[in-house]
């Protein structure tokens, strides 16, 4: 089932405030201990093009050095990457981020895979546009979803949707 609450991370709510103003936002952020070792993860995506490795590189040179000062005398790992092709989503928050990207996810109540268009969000629902149930050849054009139906999300890339590039 899908979560709520990203936005109250402890990690989320330092750096999401620093990288805003660069343009790059937070997919999600996670983080583990072992022993004397904090590994954290975060994921970004960018406003207005797709994520590359000098983002990646310019979020790492800024979060490493403040992670490095709460971590204090422990082994830091950070890993910082793009949300990828068919990420799956886990927080509600996702699909805000996700506004015109195509999506799958399992709708309990039609007990299938439902894929779509995210064409808005709000507290409760999400609704998709150009819709279909996946093994069914049924179209339901625009479809709104509650939250609370969705099993399983993840983005859904497909070549075909990629406009040509002459």
Known sequence: MLQ???????????????????????????RTEHGRTSSVS??????????????????YNLVYPRLELKTGDRDLQ?????????RNLHDVYEFGLFVGRRVRLYDLTRSAWVSGIISRVDDSSVALDDTTVEDRTE?????VVPYEQIQKAKL?????????VQ
């Open 139 to 143: 179209n339901l054009g625009t479809c």
């Open 4 to 30: 709520k609450g990203i936005e109250n991370d402890e990690l989320f709510r330092e750096f999401a405030p620093l990288l805003a103003p660069m343009g790059i936002t937070i997919v999600d952020v996670g």
């Open 42 to 59: 975060i994921i970004i995506k960018t406003d207005d093009h797709e994520v590359t490795i000098d983002d990646c590189a310019k979020v």
């Open 156 to 164: 859904d890339y497909r070549w075909e949707d990629v406009p040509d």
């Open 78 to 86: 950070l890993e910082v990457s793009t949300p990828g092709l068919q």
